[in-house]
C-alpha cells in the first residue's frame, strides 16, 4: 500500500513570498489533515477535513493560509505572504474514516523562511 | 483536548532498561490517547493507542496505562534497544464536534545507549 505522498520535501523561500504545498492521501482514505511541526514541538492541527470539507480550521492563521481538498482527494495548502515564524515541518495525514483512527503522516515538507 | 503536557523532555536509557514517558491532559472529554514516534527525519508512526474504556494495553514490549480520574497517561518500554531510540509524541482527542482533531504533547526524545 502507497504511504501518504507530499512535495516539495524542501523549499526555501524569502519573507513575504507565497509557497504551495501538495498531499496525495492514501487511496481511499476520507480524513485528511494539515499539520504544522516547529521544531523541538509536537505536531499542531491546522485544518481537517473529511471528503472536500472542512471539518475543522480553528487553528488555520486565515490570513495568510488556505488549504483545499478538490474532489475529495489530493490537497494543497497555501502560505501567501510567509513570515519568518513559519520556518517548520507542515506535515500532511490521512485515515480511512472520519474518527479516532489511526493516523498515517507522509514525510513532510521542511520550509525555511528567510 | 485543550492542552497535553508530557514529561520529561529527553530521557536516557541503558539498553536492556525500562523507560516510562508521561502525559497530562487537561480536557475531561478526551477518550482517545495515542502514541506516535517519530525517527529523526521521518514521519510519526503510530505505535500504540489507547480509548478511555479501557485501563491498559499491551502490544509486546510497549503498553499504556491510563488513569481518567487524574487526568493522565503513560507508555512503558520494556527492555529497550538502540532502535528505540527516537521522538516520542503523546496526544489525545476529545471526540464529539473535535473528533480526529489531535493535541500532541511536546514530544520526548529517548535515548538507548547500548
Known amino acids: 500500500e502507497a504511504g501518504v505522498a507530499q512535495s516539495p520535501r524542501y523549499k526555501i523561500i524569502e519573507k513575504r513570498q507565497s509557497v504551495a504545498f501538495w498531499c496525495n492521501p492514501i487511496?481511499?482514505?476520507?480524513?485528511l489533515y494539515w499539520y504544522q511541526q516547529i521544531l523541538g514541538q509536537g505536531p499542531k492541527l491546522l485544518i481537517q477535513f473529511q471528503n472536500n470539507g472542512v471539518v475543522d480550521d480553528s487553528q488555520l492563521p486565515k490570513d495568510r493560509f488556505s488549504a483545499e481538498r478538490l474532489k475529495g482527494v489530493d490537497s494543497t495548502l497555501k502560505i501567501q505572504p510567509a513570515k519568518l515564524e513559519d520556518s517548520a515541518v507542515y506535515l500532511c495525514a490521512s485515515s480511512l474514516g472520519f474518527g479516532q483512527e489511526t493516523q498515517y503522516f507522509g514525510p513532510g515538507t521542511r520550509l525555511l523562511v528567510l | 483536548g485543550e492542552n497535553v503536557e508530557q514529561h520529561p523532555s529527553t530521557l536516557s536509557v541503558q539498553e536492556g532498561d525500562s523507560a516510562v514517558i508521561k502525559c497530562t491532559y487537561s480536557d475531561s472529554a478526551s477518550n482517545y490517547f495515542p502514541w506516535y514516534k517519530q525517527e529523526l527525519g521521518k514521519r510519526p508512526q503510530l505505535i500504540i493507542d489507547?480509548?478511555?474504556?479501557?485501563g491498559e494495553k499491551k502490544d509486546q514490549r510497549i503498553a499504556v496505562t491510563l488513569n481518567k480520574t487524574a487526568k493522565h497517561f503513560s507508555l512503558h518500554i520494556t527492555e529497550t534497544q538502540p532502535e528505540d531510540s527516537a521522538v516520542y509524541f503523546c496526544a489525545d482527542d476529545a471526540g464529539g464536534t473535535s473528533y480526529g482533531k489531535l493535541t500532541f504533547g511536546q514530544g520526548t526524545i529517548l535515548t538507548v545507549h547500548p
Open positions: 487511496s481511499g482514505h476520507a480524513t
Open positions: 489507547i480509548r478511555s474504556n479501557v
